[in-house]
């Protein structure tokens, strides 16, 4: 009788949890579904060609996201193109080359912390080591060191100051240990049976990894960098820390260009008191949903393509 009644109860306990699991995601399904509607009710009539490429203005009828729309393309990309390479050679070198010592520990348990750190931690981490450098050039700009002239593209300046380049570096600091965590998740997921008959073939520990390992984990790889860019264009903190403007009338030319990004300046029409811009604000979200779903389009393109060989 009492293994029944123990019986009986786990079954509960279980059917129990799994609804509860059920009532609050769909709770969740539902909230999002009203935000989404009610962003795109908002904004969907004042969202037209000339509000994408007109610059901001204080009057809400002639206002636009040219240059934050344009800001969020180049952070974002510098931001991939960085953390993207460097995240999962860290990650390969941790999971498949690197000693289990003491010190490797050290270094995932800090990778780990990292993860958690809050993203306005990072600004003004990007603030001192890219923005300044450390001071180590001056506080002044012009005692900064330049490389070409201003109206070029490979314009360079040290230290980066309130740059599009200093931007790009400071979200590569947020996503890179997700990036890492993600790429060795997914290394760990590829069965050890694959290394082994790679090593027992003669294939050293570096084809084994590029020609097996590597492809085998991109599904996963991918997805955390899908959830890490996710994250990237939508941070605003570390860009308001770094010095990211909310007013300008143009776009950026090279890496040392002034920028703005669409984060901020949707919280700056959303803060205003004007219902006008309340409506633009709506619109703009819509651009940067659309922006998102480009970059994860992209990106699940890029995982597809790299996929098929394994698919013979």
Same mark, same amino acid.
């Given at each position: 009788?009492?293994?029944?009644?123990?019986?009986?109860?786990?079954?509960?306990?279980?059917?129990?949890?799994?609804?509860?699991?059920?009532?609050?995601?769909?709770?969740?399904?539902?909230?999002?579904?009203?935000?989404?509607?009610?962003?795109?009710?908002?904004?969907?009539?004042?969202?037209?060609?000339?509000?994408?490429?007109?610059?901001?203005?204080?009057?809400?009828?002639?206002?636009?996201?040219?240059?934050?729309?344009?800001?969020?393309?180049?952070?974002?990309?510098?931001?991939?193109?960085?953390?993207?390479?460097?995240?999962?050679?860290?990650?390969?070198?941790?999971?498949?080359?690197?000693?289990?010592?003491?010190?490797?520990? /050290?270094?995932? $348990?800090?990778?780990?912390?990292? *993860?958690?750190?809050? +993203?306005?931690?990072? #600004?003004?981490?990007? =603030?001192? @080591?890219?923005?300044?450098?450390?001071?180590?050039?001056?506080?002044?700009?012009?005692?900064?060191?330049?490389?070409?002239?201003?109206?070029?593209?490979?314009?360079?300046?040290?230290?980066?100051?309130?740059?599009?380049?200093?931007?790009?570096?400071?979200?590569?600091?947020?996503?890179?240990?997700?990036? /890492?965590?993600? $790429?060795?998740?997914?290394?760990? *997921?590829?069965?050890? +049976?694959?290394?082994? #008959?790679?090593?027992? =073939?003669? @294939?050293?520990?570096?084809?084994?990894?590029?020609?097996?390992?590597?492809?085998?984990?991109?599904?996963?790889?991918?997805?955390?960098?899908?959830?890490?860019?996710?994250?990237?264009?939508?941070?605003?903190?570390?860009?308001?820390?770094?010095?990211?403007?909310?007013?300008?009338?143009?776009?950026?030319?090279?890496?040392?260009?002034?920028?703005?990004?669409?984060?901020?300046?949707?919280?700056?029409?959303? #803060?205003?008191?004007?219902?006008?811009?309340?409506?633009?604000?709506?619109?703009?979200?819509?651009?940067?949903?659309?922006?998102?779903?480009?970059?994860?389009?992209?990106?699940?393109?890029?995982?597809?393509?790299?996929?098929?060989?394994?698919?013979?």
């Amino acid at each position: 009788m009492a293994t029944t009644r123990s019986t009986a109860s786990r079954v509960f306990s279980d059917r129990a949890f799994l609804w509860t699991c059920l009532i609050a995601t769909n709770v969740a399904v539902v909230v999002l579904a009203v935000l989404l509607v009610s962003i795109f009710w908002q904004g969907w009539g004042t969202l037209e060609w000339s509000f994408i490429t007109n610059f901001a203005s204080r009057k809400p009828a002639e206002a636009g996201i040219r240059a934050p729309l344009m800001g969020s393309i180049w952070v974002c990309t510098i931001c991939g193109l960085v953390a993207l390479p460097l995240g999962v050679g860290t990650a390969i070198f941790l999971e498949e080359f690197s000693r289990k010592s003491r010190f490797t520990r /050290i270094v995932q $348990t800090n990778i780990m912390n990292l *993860a958690g750190v809050p +993203s306005i931690v990072y #600004g003004i981490l990007g =603030l001192t @080591a890219f923005a300044r450098m450390f001071g180590a050039f001056g506080t002044n700009t012009d005692e900064a060191i330049t490389f070409g002239s201003e109206e070029s593209f490979w314009y360079l300046r040290i230290p980066f100051g309130s740059s599009v380049l200093a931007g790009g570096l400071t979200l590569m600091l947020v996503i890179l240990p997700v990036v /890492i965590i993600a $790429t060795q998740e997914a290394l760990r *997921a590829v069965p050890s +049976s694959l290394r082994s #008959g790679a090593m027992a =073939l003669g @294939a050293t520990p570096w084809q084994t990894v590029w020609g097996i390992t590597l492809p085998a984990a991109v599904p996963g790889i991918m997805t955390g960098a899908i959830l890490a860019m996710s994250r990237a264009i939508g941070e605003s903190a570390p860009l308001l820390v770094l010095g990211g403007l909310l007013f300008v009338l143009n776009t950026p030319e090279n890496l040392m260009s002034d920028f703005a990004i669409l984060p901020l300046q949707i919280y700056n029409w959303a #803060g205003r008191p004007q219902d006008d811009f309340h409506l633009i604000a709506a619109s703009a979200i819509i651009v940067q949903l659309a922006v998102l779903f480009l970059f994860n389009g992209i990106a699940v393109l890029i995982r597809q393509k790299l996929q098929k060989p394994l698919q013979y």
